[in-house]
């Protein structure tokens, strides 16, 4: 079993900037796979960011240049810096773990372990 727990949501100003992480625990071994996910009330869960085994990355086309993900594998943990922040990033932010694949995909079907989510508020 993986367990996924994020931290470093919170309110923030329209412009400011976040970021959030995703300590994984328990069975995890490489390759695999990481993402990001947000969903906000009343839309589908979009996902955000991913980055696969070798450190490839995948964005949404509304973070590109705005949000960054990376990785540490010695401490098997996930971030998102977010910046310039919009209203529209409000949402609960989930990260999720994929351990059959080296590749990764925004989609949430492809990840078999999430974490609980953290809240992210824009605060304008």
């Known amino acids: 079993q993986v367990q996924l727990v994020e931290s470093g949501g919170g309110s923030v100003q329209t412009g400011g900037s976040l970021r959030l992480s995703c300590a994984a625990s328990g069975s995890i071994y490489s390759p695999y796979s990481m993402g990001w996910f947000r969903q906000s009330p009343g839309k589908e869960r979009e996902g955000v960011a991913c980055?696969?085994?070798?450190?490839?990355?995948s964005y949404a086309d509304s973070v590109k240049g705005r949000f960054t993900i990376s990785r540490d594998n010695a401490r098997n943990t996930l971030y998102l810096q977010m910046n310039s922040l919009k209203p529209e990033d409000s949402a609960v932010y989930y990260c999720?773990?994929?351990?059959?694949?080296?590749?990764?995909?925004?989609?949430?079907?492809?990840?078999?372990?999430w974490g609980q989510g953290t809240q992210v508020t824009d605060s304008s």
């Open positions: 999720a773990a994929d351990l059959s694949s080296s590749t990764c995909a925004r989609i949430s079907s492809w990840y078999h372990y």
């Open positions: 980055i696969d085994t070798y450190g490839a990355t």
